[in-house]
């Protein structure tokens, strides 16, 4: 993986060292609140309801156990012992003091880590597979790119003032596990008629209160003209792109608002005028780039398979993990596993310190110090030898971290909601724990399903991309729950539709319990729910839901 240079660990030295003095004049009540938020903003720090919120940077998801001990330290001296990852791939800290966070950053600095890039109106964390490098079915690893984007991106002069808030994602495999459709820019690797591989370059997606999916502007983009075109896009945004409303501030309306085929030709126009080869990609930047991402040196020796079989036969809780929670790896002889974070009735996405230090371990023990965060709120180890696996789950198992639901129903996606954020008009974390107890008994019969949550029109829970979305929302002072159907982040993505009526929050489970009786009831041939909802429409779910509303 990628390891910093004498610029990066200059760079991010020299910014906890400005931000220790601001933090400093702040406390000596030199900076008043409205002063010091751009500055905190610009370092990862949120004032949530109860204390500060610390958004750590995981740069495309990507660390290692080193990274992972320090934030385990990290939680356990100034936090309460656990932290909780995001659907930016990044790690919150939910109790924070002020006066600690300069020493956070300082030891953050310490393993090549940093908050930047994770709040304000700024390129964010550029995300990407979380099987990156080793998925049997992606064209070219995507870490590479991505970390070019980081660099690129950091503190670019010309964007360092954005109208809004700026996402991108990229994506290399046959199968989309980045949701790049809901992104501001989304880049697909694609291979054009030669052979060459480039870019399918998309934008204007985003969620929020209004979601919308993304549009292709340029098919194919060669890899060498990668930064001057994403330049050009962001020229465009900057220049047009609306500053006197916030809510009509993201790319998306832009795009919305001209049409992509107008957007497209207004960054054609601009990127044909611009110096294209002043942002050119050379190749040997690319491959230098590509050096640090090098695959590591795997043991080749077979595995044992029929006592791989065994295991599996002995153990049905272990082949049922095989099945879920593990993943076809380039080398024969390796899995890419996934470590839910969703034990049943507890908070998605929570880890606590012990947990990030067993993880740190394994990955250490069978993973070559290697793990990945997932935007599903998991944790990844991308290289596990196949005979690893029965004593990699006996180990998750006793640590909380075996649950067999990747994929299922159970493996709900959630924002914190109003128990933390101050942004949140409802509880979501309640939502999620209860569902996931109800619903843990039909997960074999339901098989492939998505939940998920936000506790705010934010969408930070990506209540718009599930298969059944739940919104979080304040009505006359209570908290009440509105259902969108047939979401989904993938190949096919779409924003899923409203449906009502809104149901109270005691009411939300039987509810959902409802609908998904009704789609077992009326699917085919084992299709996923999007794919019935599709088919069938609204009308029945709709009318089974007011019958018990």
């Known amino acids: 993986m990628y390891r910093y240079d004498d610029f990066d660990h200059r760079f991010v030295d020299e910014r906890v060292a400005q931000y220790r003095d601001q933090v400093r004049r702040r406390l000596a009540g030199q900076l008043t609140e409205d002063e010091f938020k751009p500055l905190r903003l610009m370092n990862g720090l949120y004032l949530q309801m109860h204390a500060y919120m610390l958004r750590i940077a995981i740069p495309y998801g990507a660390f290692d156990s080193a990274k992972m001990r320090k934030l385990a330290h990290i939680t356990r001296k100034y936090d309460r012992g656990y932290g909780h990852f995001t659907t930016r791939q990044n790690l919150q800290l939910n109790w924070i003091k002020l006066e600690d966070t300069p020493d956070i950053l300082a030891e953050l600095a310490s393993v090549e880590m940093h908050a930047i890039q994770t709040s304000g109106n700024s390129f964010r964390n550029t995300t990407t597979d979380p099987f990156a490098g080793v998925a049997h079915d992606e064209i070219e690893d995507p870490r590479p790119y991505a970390e070019i984007l980081r660099q690129w991106s950091t503190l ?232 690893a696996l029965f004593g990699l789950w006996k180990r998750l198992e006793a640590a909380g971290l075996g649950t067999a639901n990747i994929g299922q129903i159970t493996d709900i996606i959630c924002c914190p909601g109003m128990d933390y954020c101050s942004l949140a008009t409802a509880r979501s974390i309640p939502i999620a724990q209860d569902l996931a107890r109800h619903m843990a008994a039909k997960e074999e019969a339901i098989g492939t399903f998505n939940i998920k949550i936000s506790g705010c029109i934010n969408a930070c829970g990506h209540h718009h991309l599930g298969h059944i979305g739940i919104l979080g929302v304040d009505k006359n002072g209570e908290e ?10 993938g190949n096919n993505a779409a924003v899923g539709t409203i449906i009502g009526p809104a149901l109270k929050s005691d009411a939300v489970t039987g509810g959902i319990d409802t609908l998904i009786d009704v789609y077992l009831k009326l699917r085919q041939d084992g299709e996923r729910f999007p794919d019935t909802y599709r088919r069938i429409g609204a009308k029945p779910f709709k009318e089974a839901l007011y019958a018990v509303a």
């Not at 009440?480 to 982040?489: E, N, P, S």
């Open 156 to 387: 670019h002069p010309e964007f360092s003032f954005l109208p809004r808030k700026f996402k991108i994602a990229v994506s290399a495999s046959t199968e989309d596990r980045a949701a790049v459709k809901m992104h501001d820019v989304g880049l697909y690797l694609r291979r054009n008629d030669k052979g060459e591989v480039g870019f399918e370059v998309m934008a204007g997606g985003g969620l929020g209160r209004t979601p919308l999916l993304s549009h292709t502007i340029k098919p194919f983009v060669a890899r060498r003209d990668l930064l001057s075109y994403l330049e050009a896009v962001l020229r465009v945004y900057n220049q047009y792109g609306r500053r006197d409303n916030i809510y009509k501030a993201r790319i998306k309306i832009l795009v919305q608002s001209l049409g992509a085929k107008k957007f497209a030709e207004e960054v054609e126009a601009e990127w044909l005028a611009s110096d294209r080869e002043a942002a050119a990609l050379p190749d040997n930047y690319v491959r230098e780039i590509a050096s640090a991402f090098a695959l590591p040196a795997y043991d080749n020796t077979p595995v044992d398979e029929a006592a791989f079989k065994r295991d599996a036969a002995a153990n049905p809780a272990f082949a049922r993990w095989l099945r879920r929670n593990t993943f076809g790896h380039k080398s024969s002889n390796h899995a890419v596993v996934t470590i839910s974070l969703k034990p049943v009735g507890e908070t998605p996405g929570d880890c606590s310190a012990d947990q990030m230090d067993l993880v740190a371990d394994l990955a250490d023990e069978l993973s070559f110090g290697e793990i990945r965060a997932a935007y599903e709120q998991n944790l990844v180890l991308p290289h596990v030898r196949r005979d």
């Open 480 to 489: 009440v729950y509105q259902i969108t159907l047939g979401g989904d982040a």
